[in-house]
């Protein structure tokens, strides 16, 4: 495989997102910084890894502490035209989870697949 053919298949940004919506605001800011890269027109993709999959789910509300939600702003995503979600399925299955719980339509990603998805991206944030 030739080195342009290579980079043809490398998108711009791979935003991790492992923290859950409530506690932190490691996931809100995870998707801030997702969407100034998609304003200043770069390629961004999501992945969901352990906690941060319970952000995806249908009818969040705020925190105990009445933290915001992210709910809302997952919703702008499509208007940014981040359009790549991943889920790690592990993580979804490990809180009973499955794809009709979620808000967004997601690609689940297998064990296998999750150590070759940063070499896809030319930069990786991991929030």
Do not use: C
């Amino acid at each position: 495989m030739s080195e342009e053919s290579t980079r043809e298949n490398v998108a711009d940004l791979l935003v991790i997102l492992r923290h859950g919506p409530h506690g932190s605001s490691w996931l809100r800011e995870g998707l801030d910084a997702a969407l100034v890269a998609a304003a200043f027109g770069r390629q961004v993709s999501l992945l969901f890894m352990g906690e941060a999959v319970t952000a995806l789910v249908k009818g969040q509300q705020a925190g105990a502490l009445g933290q915001k939600g992210t709910a809302a702003t997952l919703e702008m995503l499509a208007m940014y035209d981040i359009d790549t979600l991943l889920v790690e399925a592990e993580a979804l299955a490990r809180f009973g989870l499955v794809e009709q719980d979620l808000m967004l339509p997601v690609n689940l990603l297998d064990a296998e697949s999750l150590p070759r998805l940063p070499a896809k991206h030319r930069l990786v944030l991991t929030f």
